[in-house]
């Protein structure tokens, strides 16, 4: 399966983007799907992960309350709802493929190329 995230982009302190991540080839709805980031400097962070059906979603205490996965497999794309947005969220954010909705990256075995995400203060 391939996988593309897009949305990033530059936003101010507060503000919202969502992102998505289209899948080809392999239909995504065989997989569970998670979200990352990766910040400079910094090792990759799970933010939240979805099963296969929807259901089971788990985010980060760093970000629960605030970003919200969801997924929609008639279209084959999952989205990460980003709200309230800080500075400390700028990175480059990944979205991967994998069997379980885990916290882990090597729980997934198909990676999105990134969007960067900058919030500014």
């Known amino acids: 399966v391939q996988l593309q995230a897009f949305g990033g982009g530059l936003v101010q302190a507060g503000g919202s983007l969502r992102l998505s991540c289209a899948a080809s080839g392999r239909t995504v709805s065989r997989y569970a799907m998670g979200w990352f980031r990766q910040a400079p400097g910094k090792e990759r962070e799970f933010l939240a992960a979805?099963?296969?059906?929807?259901?089971?979603?788990n985010s980060a205490d760093s970000v629960k309350g605030r970003f919200t996965i969801s997924r929609d497999n008639a279209k084959n794309t999952v989205y990460l709802q980003m709200n309230s947005l800080k500075p400390e969220d700028t990175a480059v954010y990944y979205c991967?493929?994998?069997?379980?909705?885990?916290?882990?990256?090597?729980?997934?075995?198909?990676w999105g190329q990134g969007t960067l995400v900058t919030v500014s203060s």
């Open positions: 979805i099963s296969w059906s929807g259901g089971s979603p």
């Open positions: 991967a493929a994998g069997a379980q909705p885990l916290s882990t990256t090597k729980s997934y075995g198909y």
